[in-house]
């Protein structure tokens, strides 16, 4: 039998991703299917690794943290909606508006990802160890997959 905390923890990276690739595939500035393709698979991946790791190393914490990490990426790609349900009336899909959607999202994040970790009575280097993540990840979406970053 699946627990509540898995059940929750299926549909909230469920929701996320179908919320994530909407608003990747309504933004003009991915030129191609793959910059997509790569966009959402360097996020997701930034997600996979902090699962597998709880998985690996929590033990009986894992499934209840995961849960509520599933919710901090929930949360992160619904305040992607606006900018979702503006492209889709032709309201606005702009850049600037897109990139606000990004910085309010991953702030968003931030701050209960952090509280996820705090709820769950884990160390703080959970924590440390997300942003690290998220810091590569913001890192190969600009130099990789839209090139803004060049070396």
């Known amino acids: 039998m699946l627990s509540k905390d898995i ?9 996320s991703t179908l919320f994530t690739w909407w608003f990747v595939v309504l933004c003009p500035s991915y030129v191609s299917s793959e910059q997509m393709i790569l966009s959402t698979s360097i996020a997701g991946g930034k997600w996979m690794l902090q699962i597998l790791a709880a998985f690996l190393f929590m033990k009986d914490k894992a499934v209840s943290f995961v849960k509520n ?9 619904a305040i992607l909606l606006p900018y ?13 508006f897109f990139f606000l959607s990004l910085v309010f999202s991953v702030v ?4 209960i990802y952090r509280n996820a970790v ?15 993540c998220l810091a590569i990840a913001i890192s190969l979406q600009l130099t990789v997959v839209f090139k803004v970053v060049q070396f």
């Open 84 to 96: 979702v349900i503006s492209a889709l009336t032709g309201f606005n899909k702009g850049p600037v």
């Open 108 to 111: 968003t994040m931030i701050v």
């Open 118 to 132: 705090l709820k769950s009575q884990l160390a703080m280097g959970w924590w440390y160890f997300w942003l690290f």
């Open 7 to 15: 059940l929750l923890f299926f549909f909230y990276f469920l929701l």
């Open 69 to 77: 990490i599933g919710f901090v990426c929930f949360v992160g790609s």
